[in-house]
């Protein structure tokens, strides 16, 4: 039964628990590309719409299910949905938008 609950588990975790991740270091370039002040904004990033942003703020990506977060050393994390995979009679649905992150992943729907 322990083994029976470890391989459901395993299998939750390998079909619902993907997303991807990245991180846009801090940038002084960019920041004087802009015209930014660093004492003003602590992350600024063009890529995905994100431009200034406070430590702690979290803000969604545009066009993707996805969230970035800038953190204390300038960083700018961004987590998404990953792939899924999954047997016959179940298929992927399609994310939603217009939700935030996780909301707006994929859905796996299984007759």
């Given at each position: 039964m322990k083994l029976l609950f470890v391989i459901l588990f395993?299998?939750?975790?390998?079909?619902f628990i993907n997303c991807w991740l990245a991180k846009v270091p801090?940038?002084?370039?960019?920041?004087?590309r802009y015209n930014i002040s660093t004492e003003d904004v602590q992350c600024f990033s063009k890529s995905h719409g994100l431009n200034s942003m406070s430590i702690?703020?979290?803000?969604?990506?545009e066009k993707t299910c996805g969230k970035a977060k800038c953190s204390s050393d300038r960083t700018i994390h961004l987590t998404?949905?990953?792939k899924a995979k999954v047997a016959p009679p179940c298929h992927v649905g399609p994310g939603d938008l217009s939700k935030p992150y996780p909301e707006c992943c994929f859905e796996i729907i299984c007759p």
């Open positions: 395993l299998n939750f975790c390998a079909n801090y940038d002084p370039e960019e920041f004087a702690g703020e979290v803000k969604p990506l998404g949905c990953g």
